[in-house]
């Protein structure tokens, strides 16, 4: 069962321009989402998570947006960079469960950022 | 201020060998986790700890084992690798508290030939 869902494999997008990646899930019990970036032969990084009782948080190009009722959130980049091609994760977080905080993993999707 | 290390970064394997793929973190992180990625695949949760001594299973628990001794170091063990377990794992570990992110290693790409 996947519980959270990145359906666009892919993307491409000219520099300058807005990316935005998108993730549904399935669980309202989640508490958090965070997005995560990963370039080839290196580990995930964090880039911006959101708590669930908020519907927006932004950190410079970076803006997460989250609908509850939808079961939706995305990513804005704005502007798009070439440094800002990689596979994006989207990954969801519940705490307070009486055992460990596991983060589940959407499928990714890779970002291109032409010129 | 390493963050977290895994070694090694490649290894081949022979089906029915067994290894011990290392995980240490240098922040004092309570949770430790692991991960595969598949090709075209997202990260699937193999174990997890939440502390010395205690684990838990994952998603894909399947032919792997862990231990957790200490807090620093949390290491994966594949007792007989087959086709399967081809794959990149990272380790992951984070602090309990209002901190929400993860930090990863780079990775250890596993070929099981």
């Known amino acids: 069962d996947q519980q959270v869902k990145q359906n666009s494999p892919s993307l491409s997008v000219q520099e300058g321009r807005i990316s935005i990646l998108n993730c549904d899930y399935t669980?309202?019990?989640?508490?958090?989402f965070l997005w995560y970036k990963k370039y080839p032969a290196e580990g995930p990084t964090f880039l911006i998570s959101i708590s669930s009782i908020k519907d927006k948080n932004e950190d410079g190009r970076f803006t997460v947006f989250l609908n509850k009722s939808a079961k939706h959130l995305s990513l804005h980049i704005v502007p798009s960079q070439p440094g800002d091609s990689a596979v994006y994760f989207c990954a969801a977080l519940r705490i307070n469960t009486g055992t460990a905080s596991k983060l589940t993993f959407g499928t990714g999707t890779r970002l291109q950022v032409t010129l | 201020n390493a963050g977290v290390t895994q070694t090694p970064k490649f290894r081949i394997l022979k089906i029915g060998q067994s290894m011990t793929l290392q995980c240490t973190q240098d922040m004092n992180h309570n949770y430790m986790y692991w991960y595969r990625q598949d090709p075209g695949m997202g990260l699937k949760l193999i174990y997890y700890s939440v502390g010395a001594g205690i684990t838990d299973k994952g998603e894909v628990p399947n032919g792997y084992n862990v231990s957790r001794s200490t807090t620093e170091d949390f290491p994966l063990r594949l007792e007989l690798a087959a086709p399967s377990q081809t794959s990149v794992y990272f380790c992951?570990?984070?602090?309990?508290?209002?901190?929400?992110?993860?930090?990863f290693g780079q990775g250890t790409r596993l070929t099981v030939v």
């Open positions: 992951a570990s984070r602090l309990q508290g209002r901190t929400t992110e993860a930090f």
């Open positions: 669980n309202s019990m989640f508490d958090y």
